[in-house]
């Protein structure tokens, strides 16, 4: 199917439906590995811990990328006002809603779980919307009010605040200029390399000073890595040469994905005094490498295989588009209050796994079903005023046939 540069591509609803649907398979695991979470399960444990690291470097940069796409194509259709403007309805409506209604039972179980609170709802909420900073544990306390995992609404929004204001000082023919620049400039061997020497640069010069906090502030090596990401995507957006490029080179990113993950697996799973050993750190800088070819080489292999297989329009993309963000928003509470009331049961972490998958995708569905047909209820859950939609894209065959039956 060919392309110009103002169609809308498919596979990117695709792949964000895909990579939205993935969090709910992470967050579960989240419960079952020895990391840090909200609640944890009693037989939590490192065994899926290495298919966990199969997502985790690039699952949230490749959402990042994909939202600067979209917001590229806003910003062909609309001006930079009124993308602000939309942007910042969608956004932060429901991320305020989120905190004060969807977020506060992942703290009230944690804290129920790590400190033993004996407390009701109601006093907890009370606690919670004063900013009560008194749940402490080991010299770590729980911010309150918090957006949890949220936290991707404020920080899409506020970059694009960022391109909104480059884009005013640009302008359109400037910024189309630097689109055209870039998009000669990443062919072959570049697509791969380029981005993940930024990256590198980035992780290099930031990732030891600035931990991971998704707080907004002071977490500069977060923003380096996805505005990074999503500069790509509103740069690359209507380059339609690129993506075909992608494509060429899905099964080389695809091996360098496998081979970043198999590296990573390997340090992970080292014993801990082998992680002090002078090789382990002369090699720091190389390993770094490696993990940068990890947060790109699956997207771009992604993307790739995207472009081959899923650049297609159906009813099913136009309802899903329309699910993932009210999904997203539910997800992770969906979750851990399940994990939190299932604990009695006693059921094998496998069995009770499934069932956590299975019934999240089914309540966030459900719940999704009765706000997609409340007026009141859209705007909480990102989702704009309710149309009538046509096919945006209609196949050649079909096509053909209706100009006949003309």
């Known amino acids: 199917m060919p392309q110009n540069d103002h169609q809308r591509l498919y596979f990117l609803d695709w792949i964000r439906i895909f990579a939205f649907f993935v969090l709910i398979f992470y967050h579960t695991g989240m419960y079952y590995v020895s990391w840090g979470w909200h609640v944890k399960s009693p037989d939590a444990s490192t065994a899926i811990e290495p298919l966990m690291l199969l997502s985790s470097p690039w699952r949230l940069g490749l959402l990042f990328m994909i939202s600067g796409v979209a917001t590229a194509f806003m910003l062909k259709k609309i001006r930079v006002g009124a993308l602000l403007k939309q942007r910042s309805w969608r956004l932060l409506v429901p991320l305020v809603f989120g905190m004060l209604v969807i977020v506060?039972?992942?703290s009230y179980f944690e804290v129920i779980e790590k400190l033993n609170y004996a407390g009701?709802?109601?006093?907890?909420?009370?606690?919670?919307?004063?900013?009560?900073h008194g749940f402490c544990k080991e010299g770590s306390c729980?911010?309150?009010?918090t957006w949890n995992h949220l936290w991707f609404v404020v920080y899409l929004w506020a970059y694009t605040l960022l391109i909104g204001a480059v884009a005013a000082l640009a302008g359109a023919?400037?910024?189309k200029s630097w689109s055209d620049a870039l998009g000669r400039r990443l062919t072959g061997w570049k697509i791969i390399a380029l981005p993940v020497l930024a990256l590198y640069a980035a992780r290099y010069a930031l990732v030891e000073y600035f931990p991971e906090t998704h707080a907004l502030v002071n977490d500069w090596y977060?923003?380096?890595?996805?505005?990074?990401?999503f500069g790509l995507g509103v740069m690359l957006a209507l380059q339609s040469g690129f993506w075909a490029n992608v494509d060429q080179l899905r099964w080389t990113s695809l091996g360098l994905w496998l081979f970043s993950w198999a590296v990573m697996v390997c340090l992970h799973t080292m014993p801990e005094p082998m992680g002090d050993l002078p090789v382990i750190t002369q090699l720091k800088p190389l390993l770094r490498l490696i993990f940068c070819v990890g947060q790109w080489a699956p997207i771009a292999a992604i993307c790739g295989f995207g472009h081959r297989h899923l650049n297609f329009d159906s009813a099913k993309r136009r309802y899903?588009?329309?699910a993932v963000f009210p999904v997203y928003i539910l997800h992770q509470t969906l979750i851990v209050c399940m994990a939190h009331w299932l604990k009695p049961v006693k059921m094998a972490?496998?069995?009770e796994g499934a069932v956590l998958v299975v019934l999240t995708f089914a309540l966030s569905f459900g719940i999704f079903e009765v706000v997609r047909r409340?007026?009141?209820?859209?705007?909480l859950f990102g989702l704009g005023r309710a149309t009538s939609q046509k096919p945006a894209y209609v196949p050649q065959r079909q096509a053909a046939a209706a100009s006949h039956a003309q």
């Open 104 to 106: 506060p039972p992942q």
């Open 120 to 132: 009701s709802y109601a006093d907890f909420m009370r606690l919670y919307v004063s900013g009560y």
């Open 142 to 145: 729980l911010d309150l009010p």
């Open 173 to 175: 023919a400037r910024l």
């Open 222 to 229: 977060n923003h380096a890595h996805y505005l990074i990401l």
């Open 320 to 322: 899903l588009t329309e």
């Open 349 to 351: 972490p496998g069995t």
């Open 374 to 379: 409340v007026a009141v209820l859209r705007p």
